[in-house]
């Protein structure tokens, strides 16, 4: 499993209000994303934004980070995202009770347990 934490350097947002706003935008987009097992979306006390992402695996993380979600991202955010992948191999599920040591089968957005 992979998890990724993109960062928008340099971004400020108002407050965590306007940020989720901004968000919601996009998030309806990640519901099908293969081999995305969830998403949360970040904003750190100065007001910079980002998010971290869970994923199957390595391949489904850069092939969602391609150049046409760097341009868009850029675009929306005024700043170009930092991507830092990391290795996760075990992660605690408090939703599912949990521990995994391989990701669940993903089928069409939803992990099939």
Known sequence: MIITFV???GTETASVEDAAVIFAES????????GLMGKAY????DGSVGALYWWTDR????????PEWIEGVTRKYG???VVDYFDAPIVVDGITR???TEPPAVVGGQADD
Request: hydrophobic share 50%; no cysteine.
């Open 7 to 9: 960062r928008f350097p």
């Open 79 to 81: 700043a170009a995202p």
């Open 42 to 45: 970040l904003r750190a006390a």
């Open 27 to 34: 998030a309806g987009r990640y519901l099908d994303v293969p």
């Open 98 to 100: 949990t521990i995994r």
């Open 59 to 66: 391949g489904s993380a850069a092939a969602k980070f391609n």
